[in-house]
């Protein structure tokens, strides 16, 4: 069976306009998505037309193997996962077709990314209201299979509530266009002799009749539950004008597939209503409570107003963020020690008439007598409010060890009279599997989100998923709730659909399920005849746990494996660049899943604990998805579960030179302090051999360098030397003194940037020191030399621990150089205490000046009152581990000075990268996304500031712009 499937994916494969795969890695990192489940596909298509979709259901049905439609990936319930052919639309299905401004429509292929249409809408004042928390990387296809919601569906409605029309291709691979239509209509479609016309008369036999029409009513949840789904939507099918005669409301059968998880048809374009953009002013009431009980009672009195958000969070999710440093900023408005606040959202074209508004909530809470607080928030407050609320989420769920936050029963609705009761009957039951209940509610909504914590690795904690789970359903059921609100029924909920509205209910979803698919092509396995939840875990339960030895330490995530095991699967690595961050540079450039964070996280994840080889990193589709990280270590701070691939990818390539070797080019990148020094031996000979036609292209040819790729010149006196002269300057009363770290990279390339660094601290007044320190070993880091690297860290760590304090900081201009001092030294370090505590007084530049200036060391009337404008380009290692408000900070000084900050992510360069050969285009490609069209619009005479050398050199190449460190514009600047 196998071999004959591998011989029909190898014909279909050559007629395809678009891709398919079915190699062990791409089948790997399509086996999950954001759930807790895992099934390996047969394979994984990319189709660039309906013609290959058509083909695609054709081969599913012939080879009986299922069709698992996929956008994201983001889905909580399993709904992307199975062992057919995953049909990712997410790479070519991305068009906005049109837009009718007069009927306020779209129309949209599946695979545009929800954000990604706001930002097109804007200008024209509409939006798409559904957003989800994954908003900027979901896709329009997505939302419309789970009937996706968010925190606007109390004002603006879910998914399907949007949904006009709905252009598919039916199971025997004809296309059909699902619109509104009137109930003549309806009856003339039935008569067709076509898949179309059946499907017609189907419906219309299944519902036509009273009986049928009461049990739908009497057994879905209830109507007032705006987010509900529970199997096919039958319920939005009754009240139009084919099956209640005092409608008038035409009938539309895309009610029915929203929401239907891509069983029943598959969608190739979505046309949707849009909505005017919100009134401009807000203003949000954070009413605080002393029990949660209060808070939920005060949901109905809250909802009389015309609210925009009705959102809850328990102590639980504040108290998580009480030793955030990033996020003491954001508890500005807490007062007391509350055990919920509701934050309640008004709206007003006016922030009097907003303002008025939220005088008049407040009173109606107020009278209640449940609340003891109300603080207001309004503009960019709100946000901050906002921010705590998910960043205190997202720290509850970063657990390290098995024990995880599991969705199951996360996505619960019930009516808002029902709310209170509900949940202290829900927290009883908690109790009673020793679970600690945490709120975080769509309270407006009715609906509760709570993941319990358990091992799915263990059998026993398994065995208590299934069991929270049921429980949970049959409250849900006594209350006529909706198991799901908004995240779908897919593999965790799907098996209990049919407990939830009867069986004569769920026979009527089987029946609709087999008229349009009657072959069971279209993701099998879902919301009706669905998989045991408990089946096609991601873990082996009572597995013996692999043992993997590493030379980084990994003990903060309990070893490397479950480190990439982090990965929750949510995929915001898949953002795009006008999402802003820098996370996943590799994968804004190709949108290839294996070039994600998660992809690569899933990789390493898959062969480390499947692989039989002795040496479990040395697999060839391994070094295929780390190839193209740039090891920027976005992902350490911008991922909500803090992977870091760039640790992962060091240590990888450690493991993987052990059995495979190292090139030429790889020992030449990762010795190039070792060449550079003797390079600066003779450096005018040197830089001409790197100029001169000849040489020059032999040096690259030799090293495999993009020959579009300037070599990087020597400095003609490198910065030890210089200091040897500049040390006689230091002032004799210094308010402190810095230890400066001269770097391999500014030592020998940047040596001009050293002596303004030394100059700019001593006309500060502060006294600089250089000692005799090993280089930094970033370069031996990012080519797996690990053992070099130690041996660098270590002696840095033996030779600075003692001349290091408060005091006397150790400070470095190179971000990549300075910063591992804070990040692979604790991971490389013999002693990780020691390495911790010289980690504490170690600060780029930036940030040391930055703090003295805080401090009022240092004052605007050492600078110059000239006006200028400035842009700044941070480091990616800057942005991740320290924050490039420090840059902006400093540059900011002079009274005149004009700095803004270009939200460009990653540079493309990022150390040797940017010369291979190989990807020189990709590299250029990634500068090409936001920073080479900013700097080639800045004028002139506008200063380009970029802390890093490769950012420096990425930048000329890119633009013929020469970019300056932040400390030359000061020391420039000093007078």
């Excluded at 995953?86 to 837009?99: A, G, N, P, Q, R």
């Excluded at 990965?567 to 953002?575: F, V």
């Excluded at 760590?797 to 408060?806: A, H, N, P, S, Y």
Aim: one cysteine or more; aromatic letters at 8%.
């Amino acid at each position: 069976m196998i071999t004959h499937l591998t011989e029909a994916l190898t014909e279909l494969k050559e007629s395809l306009d678009g891709d398919l795969f079915f190699d062990d890695l791409h089948k790997t990192l399509y086996a999950t998505d954001a759930s807790v489940y895992r099934q390996i596909p047969a394979g994984v298509a990319f189709p660039k037309s309906e013609q290959d979709i058509q083909q695609l259901i054709l081969f599913a049905e012939k080879n009986k193997i299922g069709l698992i439609p996929r956008t994201a990936g983001t889905s909580l319930a399993g709904q992307c996962v199975g062992d057919g052919l995953v049909v990712d639309v997410s790479k070519y299905f991305t068009e906005i077709i049109s837009l009718d401004l007069q009927n306020k429509t779209v129309t949209v292929q599946p695979g545009v990314i929800r954000d990604e249409l706001n930002r097109y809408l804007e200008p024209h004042g509409l939006f798409f209201a559904p957003n989800t928390s994954t908003s900027n990387r979901c896709m329009i296809g997505g939302m419309v299979g789970n009937n996706s919601s968010g925190t606007t569906s109390i004002q603006y409605g879910v998914t399907r509530d949007k949904v006009l029309q709905l252009k598919t291709i039916l199971s025997d691979a004809s296309t059909v266009r699902f619109q509104e239509i009137s109930a003549k209509a309806f009856h003339k479609k039935r008569k067709l002799n076509t898949l179309e016309g059946k499907l017609y008369s189907r419906i219309y036999n299944q519902l036509n009749n009273a009986k049928a029409q009461e049990e739908i009513r009497s057994k879905f949840p209830k109507p007032e539950i705006h987010r509900r789904n529970t199997g096919y939507a039958l319920d939005a099918l009754l009240d139009n004008s084919v099956f209640n005669k005092e409608s008038e409301q035409p009938f539309n059968m895309c009610k029915l597939l929203s929401g239907s998880e891509g069983t029943l048809a598959f969608t190739t374009e979505i046309t949707l209503q849009l909505d005017e953009l919100p009134p401009s002013n807000g203003v949000m009431v954070a009413a605080h409570f002393e029990s949660i009980t209060a808070c939920l009672e005060a949901v109905v009195p809250g909802m009389q107003h015309k609210l925009y958000a009705c959102e809850m969070m328990d102590k639980v999710i504040l108290d998580c963020t009480l030793n955030n440093r990033e996020q003491q900023k954001n508890r500005f408005f807490i007062e007391g020690d509350p055990a919920a606040i509701l934050m309640l959202e008004v709206r007003s074209n006016t922030l009097d008439d907003a303002r008025k508004q939220a005088l008049e909530l407040i009173a109606t809470i107020d009278n209640s007598g449940l609340s003891y607080a109300y603080p207001t928030l309004e503009g960019s407050q709100i946000n901050q409010a906002l921010e705590l609320r998910k960043a205190g989420l997202g720290l509850l769920g970063n657990i390290v060890g098995d024990r995880k936050a599991v969705a199951c029963i996360e996505d619960t609705a019930v009516a808002l009279e029902d709310l209170a009761p509900y949940i202290n009957e829900f927290s009883a039951l908690m109790a009673d599997f020793k679970q600690d209940a945490v709120y975080y509610a769509h309270a407006g909504a009715g609906e509760l989100h709570l993941r319990p914590i358990l091992d799915l690795k263990k059998a026993d904690d398994v065995e208590l998923f299934r069991k929270i789970t049921t429980a949970v359903a049959n409250m849900v059921k006594k209350y006529q709730g909706s198991m799901s609100g908004e995240h779908g029924d897919g593999l965790v909920r799907g098996e209990f659909v049919e407990m939830m509205i009867g069986s004569a209910n769920y026979e009527r979803l089987k029946h609709i399920k087999s008229s349009f698919d009657p072959h069971n092509v279209f993701n099998p396995g879902k919301l009706v005849n669905a998989n045991p939840m408990d089946e096609n875990l991601r873990y082996t339960p009572d597995r013996e746990e692999p043992e993997i030895d590493t030379l980084l330490n990994f003990d903060d995530s309990q070893g490397i494996l479950r480190a990439a095991e982090q990965c929750n699967g949510t995929g915001d690595c898949r953002k795009l660049p006008a999402a802003g961050g820098t996370m996943c540079p590799s994968y804004r450039a190709t949108r290839d899943e294996k070039d994600s964070t998660r992809g690569r996280a899933n990789a390493l994840r898959e062969f480390l604990t499947q692989s039989e080889r002795k040496n479990s990193f040395n697999h060839k589709e391994l070094k295929e998805v780390f190839d193209l990280c740039l090891s920027c270590k976005a992902c350490a701070s911008e991922c909500p579960s803090n992977v870091d691939v760039a640790a992962l990818k060091a240590e990888f390539e450690y493991q993987y030179k052990k059995e495979n070797g190292s090139s030429l080019r790889t020992r030449a990148f990762a010795f190039n302090a070792y060449l550079n020094k003797v390079g600066a031996v003779l450096p005018g000979v040197t830089n001409r051999l790197y100029k001169a036609k000849l040489s020059g292209r032999f040096i690259r040819k030799t090293l495999e360098v993009a020959p579009e790729r300037s070599l990087p010149p020597v400095s003609k006196r490198t910065l030890r030397a210089r200091f040897k002269k500049l040390k006689a300057f230091n002032p004799k009363q210094p308010i402190k003194t810095v230890y400066l770290f001269a770097d391999e990279f500014t030592n020998y390339l940047d040596a001009q940037i050293g002596e303004d660094a030394v100059i700019l601290l001593q006309r500060l007044n502060y006294e600089v020191r250089i000692v005799a320190h090993a280089e930094s070993g970033r370069s031996f880091i990012s080519k797996g030399f690990l053992k070099e690297a130690r041996k660098a860290a270590q002696k840095n760590i033996t030779i600075f621990k003692d001349l290091i304090d408060e005091e006397h900081p150790l400070v470095g201009i190179e971000p990549s150089a300075i910063l591992g001092f804070r990040d692979e030294y604790i991971r490389l370090a013999k002693d990780i205490e020691e390495a911790k505590i010289l980690a504490k007084n170690t600060c780029t530049i930036e940030e040391f000046l930055s703090a003295e200036i805080k401090a009022e060391r240092i004052k605007a009337a050492s600078f110059t009152t000239e006006a200028k404008k400035l842009k700044i380009h941070g480091h990616c290692h800057q942005k991740s581990l320290s924050g490039i408000e420090h840059t902006f900070a400093i540059l900011n000084l002079p009274v005149n000075y004009t700095p803004t900050i270009i939200p460009s992510g990653c540079c493309g360069m990022a150390g040797s990268f940017g010369y291979e050969k190989e990807h020189y285009a990709l590299s250029m490609q990634i500068g090409e996304q936001t920073l080479f069209p900013v700097v080639r619009k800045a004028s002139e005479d506008t200063l380009i500031a970029a802390p890093g050398t490769s950012c420096r050199h990425q930048i000329k190449d890119g633009t013929q712009r020469q970019a300056q460190h932040p400390v030359t514009i000061l020391k420039n600047a000093l007078v």
